[in-house]
C-alpha cells in the first residue's frame, strides 16, 4: 500500500511540475519607449515582444547604386512618422542588394521621432492580429519589418497577411506600417501551369489571387543584379570610405577577380570584397618576428599597391 502512494506522490509532483512549465509565465510588458527594436518570440498559442538589445543601427550612407529607390522609402517613412498617410513597402529582386539594410536604415534615421521597428518572421503571420492588438494605442510609429517573406503553393498564410495588408472588419490602424523584402516580385512561386496549360476552368482567377498580394503593398520597389560599371562604383565607394590606398586599376582588377569567384555583382559582394581586401592589407602589414604574413589564395595574390 505505501508503495503504491509513493508512486502516487511521485507522480503528482511531475504533473505539479509540468503544469509549472506551461503555464504562462508572469513577465513585464517590455518597454516600447526606450526600446528600438523588437522580436516577436512565440510562447506556445501566444507569444510577446522581446527587445533587441543591440539593433543593427545601419547608416544609409553605405548604400551606394540604390540612391532613387533609398529617397522613396526615406520619403514613405517620412510622411509615416509625421502621422500623415503612408504606404506600406515591399522591396523585391537580388539578394545582397541592400533591401534588408536599407529598412533597417530607417530605424537610425527616425527612431527620435518615435519610430520603432518589430522584426517577424513569416511563421509569425498569423499572429499579425494579436501584434496589432499590442500597438494600436501606443503613442509611437510602428514598422512590421518581414524579411525575406515568401510563399509557397497550398499555404494560406498569404491570405492572412493580404487581408491584414488591406484590413479587414477591423479598421487598421494608423501606427503601423509593414516593410517587407522577398527574392520574388509577387511573394509566390510562378510556374509555366499558372499560364493556363493547368486544370483550372479560370485560371486567371488563380494568377489573380496570387498577384493581388504583391498589389496590397502601395510601394513596391524592384532591386537588379549591379552591371559592372555600377559594381565597380560601389566598390570604389567603400574603398574611399575605409581609406584604402590601392591604384584604380588594380583596385577593379581584384574587385571583378572577386566578383568572377562569388559568382555575382550586388552591394553586398562589393562590401564582401572590401572587407577581405582590407582584412588583407592589414595582415601584409603586420610582421611577426620580423617576418611578413604570406597567406594568400592562389586564385587572389597578396596585394601589393
Known amino acids: 500500500m505505501n508503495s503504491k502512494l509513493d508512486k502516487l506522490d511521485v507522480l503528482l509532483d ?10 504562462p509565465v508572469d513577465e513585464q510588458p517590455v518597454n516600447l ?5 523588437f522580436r516577436w518570440e512565440k510562447t506556445g498559442n501566444t507569444g510577446r515582444l522581446i527587445a533587441v538589445t543591440h539593433p543593427h543601427l545601419f547608416d544609409l550612407g553605405e548604400l551606394v547604386g540604390i540612391d532613387d529607390i533609398r529617397d522613396e ?8 512618422v509625421e502621422s500623415l498617410p503612408a504606404n ?17 536604415g530607417m530605424l537610425k534615421l527616425f527612431a527620435h521621432r518615435g519610430l520603432r521597428v518589430v522584426e517577424l518572421k513569416r511563421w509569425d503571420i498569423m499572429a499579425l492580429p494579436q501584434i496589432i492588438g ?40 494608423s501606427n503601423i506600417l509593414i516593410y517587407a523584402t522577398s527574392n520574388r516580385r509577387h511573394l509566390m512561386p510562378e510556374r509555366m501551369s499558372a499560364n493556363g496549360s493547368d486544370s483550372e476552368i479560370h485560371p486567371e482567377e488563380a494568377v489573380g ?4 498580394l504583391s498589389d496590397r503593398f502601395g510601394i513596391s520597389l524592384g532591386f537588379y543584379e549591379f552591371d559592372q560599371d555600377e559594381y565597380l562604383a560601389v566598390v570604389r565607394a567603400y574603398a574611399a570610405s575605409r581609406n584604402i590606398s590601392l591604384a584604380d586599376e588594380k583596385l577593379c582588377d581584384k574587385a571583378l577577380k572577386w566578383a568572377r569567384l562569388v559568382a555575382r555583382r550586388s552591394g553586398r559582394s ?24 604570406e597567406v594568400h589564395c592562389d586564385c587572389y595574390p597578396p596585394v601589393s599597391s
Open 14 to 23: 511531475k504533473i505539479e511540475a509540468l503544469v509549472d512549465r506551461l503555464a
Open 33 to 37: 519607449s526606450d526600446n528600438l527594436a
Open 73 to 80: 522609402v526615406v520619403r514613405n517613412t517620412r510622411q509615416f
Open 88 to 104: 506600406n513597402v515591399l522591396l523585391w529582386g537580388e539578394r545582397g542588394c541592400g533591401k534588408s539594410s536599407l529598412v533597417k
Open 134 to 173: 499590442l500597438l494600436r494605442e501606443v503613442p509611437l510609429r510602428f514598422i512590421l519589418f518581414c524579411d525575406d517573406l515568401s510563399f509557397d503553393e497550398g499555404e494560406g498564410d498569404f491570405r492572412a497577411l493580404k487581408t491584414l495588408l488591406d484590413g479587414d472588419i477591423e479598421e487598421r490602424p
Open 209 to 212: 489571387e496570387k498577384l493581388a
Open 270 to 293: 562589393a562590401r564582401q570584397f572590401i572587407d577581405d581586401l582590407e582584412g588583407r592589407l592589414l595582415l601584409e602589414s603586420q610582421t611577426c618576428n620580423g617576418i611578413q604574413s
